[in-house]
T-cell receptor
Framework: DAMVIQNPRYQVTQFGKPVTLSCSQTLNHNVMYWYQQKSSQAPKLLFHYYDKDFNNEADTPDNFQSRRPNTSFCFLDIRSPGLGDAAMYLC????????????FGPGTRLTVL | SQQGEEDPQALSIQEGENATMNCSYKTSINNLQWYRQNSGRGLVHLILIRSNEREKHSGRLRVTLDTSKKSSSLLITASRAADTASYFCDYSGGSNYKLTFGKGTLLTVNP
């Protein structure tokens, strides 16, 4: 059974049109992460939640926001997508963080027209 | 966490051969983890090795850690076409919630 689910798997949006990506987990993990991965590059951490505590990476653009309404769900909002935001967006979870294994979802491929 | 750097960036081998990829890092670590990413998919955790361990096995995977050289290697024995993927390393402290990946090694196993 899938443990980290991302919807949709493929998202197409227009330049400047807000988009929301969804992640849900059945593991009851405390920590949820969002990564951005561009072609042939390493995943880059955007932010993470430890329970309700939000932690933004210093170089994450203001264009990216996140919400975690409950333990199971976490959303990535891109307020005004630019062409440079086209990428794979990966969600991951860990039980407590630190040395815990991260469990990744399959990703959402975002295309910006 | 601190970034690990994988080497080589790309590796192409024939099915049945062994594949070795390396990871170097810059500061002291508590543990090091290896992840695999198949094309267009999420990452999958492969193995974790702690700083007081020198070698660890999991199926066809063997990981070594040399803290004096600040390096780790991942060996995949008797490779299969299904091993074709990118392999990333990361190391993190016990209280650090973050993983930060290097660019990875793209392994291609030709049938």
């Amino acid at each position: 059974d899938a443990m980290v689910i991302q919807n949709p798997r493929y998202q197409v949006t227009q330049f400047g049109k807000p988009v929301t990506l969804s992640c849900s987990q059945t593991l009851n993990h405390n920590v949820m992460y969002w990564y951005q991965q561009k072609s042939s590059q390493a995943p880059k951490l955007l932010f993470h939640y430890y329970d309700k505590d939000f932690n933004n990476e210093a170089d994450t653009p203001d264009n990216f926001q996140s919400r975690r309404p409950n333990t199971s769900f976490c959303f990535l909002d891109i307020r005004s997508p630019g062409l440079g935001d086209a990428a794979m967006y990966l969600c991951a979870t860990t039980r407590q963080g630190g040395t815990d294994t991260q469990y990744f979802g399959p990703g959402t491929r975002l295309t910006v027209l | 966490s601190q970034q690990g750097e994988e080497d080589p960036q790309a590796l192409s081998i024939q099915e049945g051969e062994n594949a070795t990829m390396n990871c170097s890092y810059k500061t002291s670590i508590n543990n090091l983890q290896w992840y695999r990413q198949n094309s267009g998919r999420g990452l999958v955790h492969l193995i974790l090795i702690r700083s007081n361990e020198r070698e660890k096995h999991s199926g066809r995977l063997r990981v070594t850690l040399d803290t004096s050289k600040k390096s780790s290697s991942l060996l995949i024995t008797a490779s299969r076409a299904a091993d074709t993927a990118s392999y990333f390393c990361d190391y993190s402290g016990g209280s650090n919630y973050k993983l930060t990946f290097g660019k990875g090694t793209l392994l291609t196993v030709n049938p």
